[in-house]
């Protein structure tokens, strides 16, 4: 550990931007990141300020950062896989660092239709775990479950009258 040490701060001073660029590319190389998940990374790293933004100007002149398409394949896969709501998605954006001028243009690629499909097909799924219950208990469990991925309550009442959950 301590002979790495030795050789990020030896190679930091000979030829910083280079470590900066191989760290961030390393960083890349899992999943796609948005320039704000980088430049901590960096940072955090020890990589100077000017530096990690000289490298993430050229990572993005050469494509290989773009927030954008980055938030819209974070919101797709968001809403596929974890049928997460607008606000979620928005909020999951903002920590990792996308521009609220990025998250605004896709989320409004969002539709109402899109999003009410996607809360319909969790609800249902959750509906089929919990269906041994009382009447009170699945309506409690299937709304709950639809606020914690972040739906509004016209929504989740609009799903909730749609598979015919009340609470009696």
């Given at each position: 550990?301590?002979?790495q040490?030795?050789?990020?701060?030896?190679?930091v001073?000979?030829?910083?931007?280079?470590l900066?660029?191989t760290i961030?590319l390393?960083a890349?190389?899992?999943?796609?990141?948005?320039?704000?998940?980088?430049?901590?990374?960096?940072?955090?790293?020890?990589?100077?300020?000017?530096?990690?933004?000289?490298?993430?100007f050229?990572?993005?002149?050469?494509?290989l950062?773009?927030?954008?398409?980055?938030?819209?394949?974070?919101?797709?896969?968001?809403?596929?896989?974890?049928?997460?709501?607008?606000?979620?998605i928005?909020?999951?954006?903002?920590?990792?660092?996308?521009?609220?001028?990025?998250?605004?243009?896709v989320?409004?690629?969002?539709?109402?239709?899109?999003?009410?499909e996607?809360?319909?097909?969790f609800?249902?799924?959750?509906?089929?775990s919990?269906?041994?219950?009382e009447?009170e208990?699945?309506?409690?469990?299937v709304?709950s479950a639809?606020?914690?991925?972040?739906?509004?309550?016209?929504l989740?009442?609009?799903?909730?009258?749609?598979l015919?959950?009340?609470?009696r």
């Amino acid at each position: 550990m301590k002979l790495q040490r030795t050789l990020t701060s030896k190679t930091v001073e000979s030829d910083p931007y280079s470590l900066a660029e191989t760290i961030a590319l390393i960083a890349l190389g899992p999943r796609a990141k948005s320039r704000g998940e980088l430049f901590a990374h960096l940072k955090k790293r020890g990589i100077p300020e000017d530096i990690a933004n000289a490298v993430l100007f050229r990572l993005q002149e050469q494509g290989l950062v773009n927030d954008e398409e980055f938030a819209r394949a974070w919101s797709e896969s968001r809403q596929r896989a974890k049928k997460l709501s607008k606000r979620v998605i928005a909020s999951e954006l903002q920590g990792k660092g996308v521009s609220s001028d990025v998250i605004e243009i896709v989320i409004a690629e969002i539709d109402e239709e899109g999003e009410y499909e996607n809360a319909l097909e969790f609800a249902t799924r959750k509906l089929r775990s919990v269906s041994r219950f009382e009447t009170e208990v699945i309506y409690r469990r299937v709304h709950s479950a639809l606020m914690r991925k972040g739906y509004g309550s016209s929504l989740i009442n609009r799903v909730l009258r749609e598979l015919d959950i009340s609470p009696r």
